[in-house]
């Protein structure tokens, strides 16, 4: 009997803090007591993935620095704001703009809060955070409110764990309340109405931009996504599209899906194929990455209330629930990881004129 052949998972190379995956892909190594930290430096070549390695290992280094020096009773808000961050850094599973999200939060933080910085954990208050919170709740959107308490505690956190404080001073303010936006989408014919205004416009771009609108609300897919869809993605035999997102940072929860594609999505990829033969798989499908000027214009012209790139998902999901598909699959399609939770929180509402027709169905008559 032939022996199996065993594949190795990881393969050594010749530098110490660096192995390759089966897949090819590079992954950094590297220990804080004791403990392995693992980061995928996202490529499969090796130059490349050397040069991320000796960035990875100088942002470890200075964690390890900052964890060694910053952990005395005197320790700033400062210094664990810094700990905090670089450890955000290191993780490597958050997205660069969520990174970059988290530094314009923590500068709204320290600007609201001008002493904070200097002040040592200990001397926080949970007086001084509710004196904060009382005067930034009053000019910050409770949505920048609640990140901005939300990296408070973060970097609090810190320092518990480092020893330097034993309770988060401002564990007892409330986060601000959201108020749900009501969505005003456009009816079917609005619809219409609007992606032919769109086309016809006359610039350059007129037609380009209503096949984007067009992509997205047949889709659901989110603007980044759909701008990186390209003609390989499309299997026009299982009406299919594989949505991947960005080539280094995935989709927006960093897994590939796959969206059935409606027939309004599968008559207008065949178009836009049939008129671009000369392109190939590799070959981006949309040839703008975003419209949001079309969109005013037409708009304004068909008489319907303003919309944005992300309400023309919003409309592939609302469209798709009122034509009978359960909200679960709407959620997988949408790509969301929470089993549906989301969806029926945005969804659960339909628009009055559905909700309408909906209800001259229910009836106590016998049968």
Not at 48 to 58: G, T
Not at 140 to 149: E, G, H, I, V, Y
Not at 218 to 224: I, L, M, S, Y
Not at 236 to 242: A, G, K, M, N, S
């Amino acid at each position: 009997m032939k022996a199996a052949s065993t594949v190795k998972t990881w393969e050594k190379t010749r530098l110490a803090n660096l192995v390759r995956h089966r897949s090819g892909r590079y992954y950094a190594r590297a220990y804080t007591g004791g403990k392995e930290v693992w980061k995928s430096l996202k490529t499969s070549h090796f130059s490349v993935a050397e040069a991320k390695l000796a960035e990875f290992l100088k942002q470890h280094r200075e964690t390890r620095a900052i964890k060694r020096d910053d952990t005395s009773a005197k320790m700033t808000f400062k210094a664990a704001a810094k700990l905090h961050m670089a450890r955000l850094e290191e993780k490597g599973k958050i997205k660069p703009r969520t990174l970059v999200y988290w530094k314009e939060v923590l500068a709204a933080l320290r600007k609201s809060w001008r002493e904070i910085d200097e002040t040592e954990l200990r001397k926080i208050t949970e007086a001084k955070c509710r004196e904060w919170a009382a005067s930034y709740r009053k000019v910050a959107s409770p949505s920048r409110f609640n990140n901005t308490l939300a990296i408070l505690r973060h970097v609090l956190r810190e320092g518990m764990k480092a020893g330097v404080i034993y309770m988060d001073p401002s564990r007892d303010i409330e986060r601000a309340a959201i108020s749900s936006k009501k969505l005003t989408l456009p009816n079917l014919a609005q619809f219409r109405s609007f992606l032919d205004t769109m086309r016809t416009a006359g610039s350059r771009d007129s037609k380009n931009c209503a096949d984007f609108a067009a992509g997205l609300a047949f889709t659901g897919c989110r603007t980044g996504e759909a701008a990186k869809i390209e003609w390989r993605d499309i299997d026009f035999e299982d009406r299919r599209l594989t949505v991947r997102g960005d080539p280094i940072t995935g989709t927006k929860n960093w897994k590939i899906r796959y969206v059935p594609l409606i027939p309004e999505a599968l008559t207008l990829f065949k178009r836009m194929q049939e008129e671009r033969v000369e392109e190939g798989g590799m070959d981006k499908v949309f040839l703008v990455r975003e419209c949001q000027k079309s969109i005013d214009r037409a708009a304004k012209l068909v008489g319907m209330e303003r919309i944005t790139h992300h309400d023309l998902r919003h409309l592939f999901a609302t469209i798709a629930i009122e034509s009978g598909v359960d909200i679960p699959t709407v959620s997988r399609w949408l790509g969301h990881q929470d089993g549906g939770a989301l969806a029926m929180k945005t969804y659960g509402h339909l628009r009055d004129e559905h909700s309408q027709v909906q209800a001259q169905k229910v009836s106590f008559a016998p049968a």
